[in-house]
Structure formats: structure tokens, C-alpha cells
């Protein structure tokens, strides 16, 4: 062996003991169930891992009032019902015949009115695109809340949206033995927290990914929604069995 081939064999060594010493790992899960899943350990800092949602905490803490406070409502068309409205975190998803457009924003700016909200938010088509200040208002209408926006195909008028019945696509028996907990409970956190940021949503696809804190004896998973804007929600399952879906 040169001294180059050995030299490169110590760093693998020294980096597998560092993986395995840091007490996290990632697991990607086939969902084919003929085939056996395959297991990557990858380094992370061990801070992200403890709380791979803070990010997501902030966000939702600051989300109280304003545009954001509209995350998870549901609206149709004031002249148009053939036309429907999700608002999702980031994304103004829009329906009509089957079709799905969608309309990233950031809120650039807001004033809350004794008739509404006008705010300012950076949209555009494509989260490659380059994003514009578009103004949306929302204000009453006689017994209707109303937003309307430029960015949008029309104004919408707010409605409240039943329950309806979340399925699930790709959920194998590799989530109960990534999770150490039943199925059952994880798709029913899924489902409360899909009510609330995405009703539109009837579908959840397990993402097939989870991140193992082995020292904290936590496990964290991904389910995506069918929503148009792909929203995300991470399933978190802590030490003393309890659930939580962000």
C-alpha cells in the first residue's frame, strides 16, 4: 500500500469514528419492499440535528398577525367559484379545472387597517425567478373577508373548508421501525397539521427519509403535501414517546 492509499484509508477510519461518536445518524429508506433499505450515516452538527425544526419555530412564531396570520386559510372566487385559493407558507396556490398555479411571496412589508391588511409582498412564478413587490389587500365586504392581488387570477373571497380525509402514499413498515412508534399516531399528527397550514391538501407522501439522535433518543421524519407548493411537515417523535408534526 503507498503512502498515499494509507494516508487516505486514516482519514476514512478518523471520519467513521466521528460519525459514529457524534451519536447521529440519517437514514434513507428504500420503499420498495422487496428490497432491502439502505442506510447512509452522514456527519451533521449535533445543535441542527437536537432541533432540525427551529427555523421553522421562528417562522411560525412571528406568524400571529398580518398576511402570515392567513397561512392555512381557503377561499373561491368572488365571481368566479370555479376558482380556489389555498395559502400555504410562502405560496398562494391557485385551482381551476384541475390546473395549479402557484405564486411564491415574501412579505416585504404590511400595514394593518380598522378595514384590513395592505401588505407588500416579493412574488413571482418560479422560486428561480426573480421576485417583484406586488401589493395584496384584504378587507371586508359586507359579511366576506376579500383579498385581492395583482399576482392573482382574481379576488377571492375567504371560506371555511370541512374536514376532509388526508391519505397517505408511500408509508412503509421501515416508518414504525425509523420512528419506534406506531404508523397510526404518526399519520394522525400529519393530518392535524395538515388541517391547519394546507386544508386543500388530500394527500401526504412519506418522504422515506429519518434522522436518528441516537443520543437524545429522538427520531425526526418528512411527509410532503400535494398541495401545489410541495409544503413540507416534519414529524418529530421525542424520548418519552410524544409527537410532534411542524
Known amino acids: 500500500m503507498t503512502r498515499k492509499n494509507k494516508l487516505m484509508l486514516a482519514a476514512a477510519i478518523v ?3 466521528l460519525l459514529v461518536g457524534s451519536g447521529v445518524a440519517r437514514c434513507t429508506l428504500a420503499q420498495n419492499g422487496s428490497t432491502e433499505g439502505r442506510a447512509a450515516v452522514e456527519s451533521a452538527e449535533e445543535a441542527a440535528v437536537e432541533n432540525p425544526q427551529s427555523e ?4 411560525d412564531g412571528e406568524a400571529s398577525s398580518g398576511i402570515e396570520s392567513l397561512v392555512g386559510t381557503s377561499w373561491v372566487g368572488v ?3 370555479t376558482h380556489s385559493l389555498s395559502i400555504v407558507k410562502g405560496a398562494f396556490v391557485e385551482t381551476k379545472d384541475g390546473g395549479t398555479e402557484v405564486t411564491y411571496w415574501t412579505l416585504d412589508g404590511e400595514e394593518l387597517l380598522s ?3 395592505e401588505a407588500t409582498v416579493l412574488a413571482s412564478k418560479s422560486m428561480t425567478d426573480a421576485a417583484s ?3 395584496v389587500s384584504v378587507s371586508s365586504d359586507g359579511a366576506d373577508t376579500v383579498l385581492r392581488s395583482d399576482a392573482l387570477a382574481c379576488a377571492y373571497r375567504q371560506v371555511q373548508v370541512g374536514d376532509r380525509s388526508l391519505s397517505f402514499t408511500g408509508v412503509t413498515s421501515k ?3 425509523a420512528m419506534g412508534i406506531d404508523a397510526a399516531k404518526i399519520e394522525a399528527a400529519v393530518s392535524a397539521r395538515a388541517a391547519a397550514v394546507s386544508p386543500s391538501a388530500t394527500r401526504a407522501i412519506w418522504d422515506a427519509e429519518a434522522w ?4 437524545n433518543n429522538a427520531a425526526t421524519t418528512t411527509f410532503t403535501l400535494d398541495d401545489g407548493a410541495s409544503t413540507m411537515i416534519s414529524v418529530t417523535r421525542s424520548s418519552d414517546g410524544t409527537i410532534e408534526a411542524l
Open 175 to 177: 416508518l414504525e421501525e
Open 115 to 117: 378595514s384590513g391588511i
Open 79 to 81: 365571481d368566479d367559484a
Open 133 to 135: 413587490p406586488v401589493l
Open 15 to 17: 471520519a467513521a469514528v
Open 56 to 59: 421553522t419555530d421562528a417562522a
Open 212 to 215: 436518528i439522535d441516537y443520543a
